[in-house]
């Protein structure tokens, strides 16, 4: 209640405050002269998009000047010259830079794939083309003509999926190198009128000094970067009509897999699809795909989870993962600078999701994931500032074994709307999920027949941009049988039945409810503090998982993170950073389950190498764990130390290391825990990069849960103590032979074997201050596990030929082997990775072709 009161109180301020006008920044060596303005010229001809300036636009359009250094060094002079001029016409808006360098023979270069940025100089175009001070996109260009581009969100968050159709050149001369763009309007999005402005900045990248310059001039102690853009202005009379842009593709697919009737066998399929991109404003887009394909896709990378809680996979399909930023309402954010807990309310890879009774009642020819059949999104933003959403898709109902139903079909719908106020120094966000399932007697006992989800969020920057205050409210519903929502109630995100707190499972109930709030306050700009405090609360019942991601409900959370930055180099340091954390959590049952602190330290040399160390002391006073015992009683946890650090080299050199390690000690000496992650990146000529890394693990948990065990009407939480050695590998090789052909070879090998021993059951003191009081000696059924042995190894090969703008080939294979036991083995790593590559392979053979339309 007190949360409640304390959002809508800070709702009504922002309200209040959006009826006046917005300060201006104060004054000072670091925002001084920021906003600048740049007129553009009207092209009578379009020019010839070939990297020089020898067009008649050119001649006549406003160049400017005035770069200034934001890193290493804040509003210093740069190293070298740089120019800009802008023309447009009713279609297309051109950009000419010339960076000047008196030794163009020292500017660095890197042919890589579209989208990755290797050692090389950039130039890179911002158009904030709302003019909003919020979004924007970027496109950048390094000399060898190797694209990137990004939409921009939040006034700096970067949405690398997205892939614009744009065109550039690059030439390197005597005074340096220079970049021409033609940037299609129909790539942009803005209101409609007669005479636009847009938000507008260069940058530029001295690789070799590892300088950053720009236009207009930017702060690395002013929050956001959007809302540091300067303005263009003179657009009049572009385009406002609808424009369409039609992708269709064909997949051609050989795979093989194991047979139902045992061996293996060849499947073959050709599929259809297409992408939809309508443009049915200047400012409003509708995007849809039918039948789409994502073969082209990287694997996910390999892990066994031992854990209570479900691991979390990043989105890589493009559809999905492009104009994200909008849907995206996170919780359990605890520092909003660096919120990566990654649990929100809307989680894509719910989407087409391996299907849930696969293993139950899958085979042979089940798929490993749901086919969508359709998906659409509509987005758009007003002139007033409200940017809103609404994503629907639709899952195939997937069979298994003898007809039995493995995933019903579903639909999938997500509405998002927010409100900018105060120049967007404030705002209000609205986000709403629904989940509805078509069930069947086979799935109607495990599965939810609809899920709600809603979320309010209030955010207002103060005090010229350095403060922000910024609050959260949601809510969820769930509804199924009896026996979906027990099982519900049971698993880990709320082990209703826990016997030491005050919730109560409800065999009988068919939906469940439950509300999520939070409450921030930080400083995030100026000077060398940065600062945050938050208060974070879920009940027992709130669950998102339908369409969400939620690790854990039922917990409330109190932390605060302060840190110190120096941005300007001194003494041994390029840049310096310190921080401090500290948090405690409880259930909402009252019980105290972790008190904890983390410092960490980051420095930047200026041979460009990086150092990092920090560590967390976890088990701070009384507290426990109620996840221990998969919901049995809470057991009582033991300090912990968890000390890491880290070197990374200069990734300007040829070779570049890096080395990660992880230590831990717990349980009073008994739990004990070491992880190296070595690698090494190799520039071996201008095309070809190669990255090999390992990571080499050696996990000594003396309170890893065993099982749960009945017997006579009793129940013994038991735990052993496991030896755990894991090595990975992995390979990554990149090959690009023109910027609009690459290839690309990702190989992770993956062994992981355990063993238990020492199994010891609950004692009647679990909550004992000595650890070795909490168990007692216990005896496990026949036949349970002595351990495990699970062995994995992922490929994937894909070459990209982007043979028009817009249009691409994909020729991919696919290669997985994968073999798991549970006897342990002491054999050595490489015995281990000799007998994987005998397994039998999974072979898939993929070739997609896609042709862009666009009128």
Excluded at 308 to 322: I, K, Q, S, W
Aim: aromatic residues 12%; contains cysteine.
């Amino acid at each position: 209640m007190v949360l409640f009161t304390a959002v809508t109180a800070l709702a009504v301020a922002i309200q209040i405050q959006a009826q006046q006008p917005a300060p201006a920044p104060e004054p000072g060596p670091a925002t001084a002269g920021l906003t600048r303005t740049v007129v553009a010229e009207r092209a009578a001809a379009e020019p010839v998009i070939d990297g020089r300036n020898t067009d008649a636009v050119w001649r006549t359009a406003v160049r400017e000047s005035g770069f200034r250094q934001w890193d290493p060094l804040d509003n210093a002079p740069p190293s070298f010259e740089t120019e800009f001029q802008v023309a447009y016409d009713e279609w297309n808006l051109y950009v000419y830079v010339r960076a000047h360098d008196p030794h163009p023979d020292s500017i660095m270069r890197a042919l890589s794939r579209r989208d990755v940025r290797g050692p090389s100089d950039q130039i890179v175009v911002f158009v904030d083309s709302y003019n909003d001070r919020r979004t924007g996109f970027q496109f950048a260009i390094n000399p060898d003509g190797v694209k990137r581009d990004y939409a921009v969100y939040n006034d700096g968050h970067e949405d690398g999926s997205w892939n614009g159709v744009w065109e550039v050149a690059t030439v390197v001369d005597s005074l340096g190198w220079a970049a021409e763009f033609r940037i299609p309007l129909s790539q942009l999005r803005y209101a409609d009128g007669d005479s636009h402005t847009f938000g507008f900045g260069v940058f530029r990248d001295i690789e070799r000094y590892k300088e950053r310059i720009g236009w207009p001039l930017i702060s690395r102690n002013v929050n956001g970067m959007a809302s540091q853009m300067g303005t263009l202005t003179g657009l009049e009379g572009i385009t406002s009509s609808r424009s369409l842009e039609l992708t269709p593709y064909t997949v051609a697919q050989s795979e093989t897999r194991a047979a139902d009737a045992g061996g293996f066998e060849r499947a073959q399929k050709l599929t259809l699809g297409a992408d939809l991109k309508f443009r049915i404003t200047p400012n409003v887009t509708l995007d849809a795909t039918v039948n789409p394909d994502f073969g082209q896709v990287e694997a996910d990378p390999a892990v066994l989870n031992l854990g209570a809680f479900e691991t979390f996979l990043g989105e890589r399909r493009p559809f999905f993962v492009e104009g994200t930023g909008l849907y995206r309402f996170a919780l359990n954010c605890y520092i909003v600078v660096d919120c990566s807990t990654n649990e929100g309310l809307f989680y894509s890879r719910r989407i087409g999701r391996s299907p849930f009774l696969r293993n139950a009642f899958g085979n042979a020819s089940t798929p490993t994931s749901t086919p969508i059949a359709t998906a659409a999104k509509l987005t758009g933003r007003t002139g007033g500032g409200l940017s809103f959403g609404f994503l629907d898709a639709v899952t195939q109902h997937v069979e298994g074994a003898d007809g039995a139903t493995v995933e019903p079909r579903t639909n999938y719908a997500v509405v998002s709307a927010e409100q900018d106020l105060r120049g967007g120094e404030a705002g209000v966000r609205l986000i709403a999920t629904g989940v509805n399932r078509a069930l069947d007697d086979w799935t109607r006992p495990y599965a939810h027949s609809s899920a709600y989800a809603t979320g309010l969020s209030v955010r207002n920057r103060m005090f010229g941009g350095k403060y922000e205050i910024a609050g959260s409210l949601a809510a969820s519903r769930i509804e199924g049988s009896p026996e979906a929502i027990a099982a519900t109630q049971a698993n880990a995100v709320h082990y209703y039945q826990q016997p030491s707190d005050d919730l109560e499972l409800d065999p009988a109930r068919t939906t469940l409810s439950g509300h999520a709030e939070q409450l921030k306050f930080g400083k995030y700009a100026g000077g060398i503090v940065r600062f945050e405090t938050s208060f974070v609360r879920q009940s027992a019942g709130f669950d998102v998982n339908d369409l969400g991601y939620l690790r854990r409900a039922d917990q409330q959370d109190w932390s605060t993170w302060a840190s110190l930055r120096f941005n300007t180099p001194r003494g041994p340091y390029r840049w310096l950073q310190v921080n401090g954390n500290h948090w405690q959590t409880w259930n909402t049952s009252g019980t105290r389950l972790q008190t904890a602190f983390n410092g960490n330290a980051h420095m930047g040399l200026h041979n460009n190498w990086n150092l990092h160390a920090g560590g967390t002391v976890d088990g701070l006073g009384e507290t426990y764990c109620d996840r221990c015992t998969r919901g049995g009683p809470v057991l009582r946890r033991s300090r912990g130390i968890f000390p890491w650090f880290g070197v990374n080299g200069d990734n300007r050199r040829t070779i570049v290391p890096s080395m990660w390690v992880n230590l831990g000690y717990n349980d009073d000496g008994h739990t004990r825990s070491v992880r190296l992650n070595p690698s090494v990146n190799m520039q071996i000529s201008t095309g070809l990069q190669a990255n090999v890394g390992a990571a080499f693990s050696h996990n000594q948990n003396a309170t890893q849960w065993f099982g749960n065990f009945s017997d006579q009407g009793v129940t013994h939480y038991s735990f052993a103590h496991l030896d755990q050695r894991t090595v990975s590998m992995n390979l990554r090789v990149n090959y690009t032979a023109r910027p609009d052909l690459s290839f690309q070879l990702y190989a992770e090998p993956f062994v992981s074997t355990g063993t238990y021993s020492d199994i010891r059951e609950l004692s009647a003191t679990p909550d004992a201050s000595e650890y070795a009081d909490r168990f007692t000696s216990y005896t496990p059924p026949a036949g349970a596990s002595t351990g495990f042995n699970f062995r994995q190894l992922r490929t994937n090969a894909v070459a990209r030929w982007e043979y028009m703008p817009g249009s691409t080939l994909f020729v991919v294979w696919a290669h997985g082997r994968q073999d798991s036991g549970q006897i342990p083995s002491d054999r050595t790593w490489t015995a281990e990775y000799r007998d994987l590559l005998e397994l039998h392979p999974d072979n898939t053979f993929l070739v997609k072709v896609a042709y862009w339309f666009n009128r």
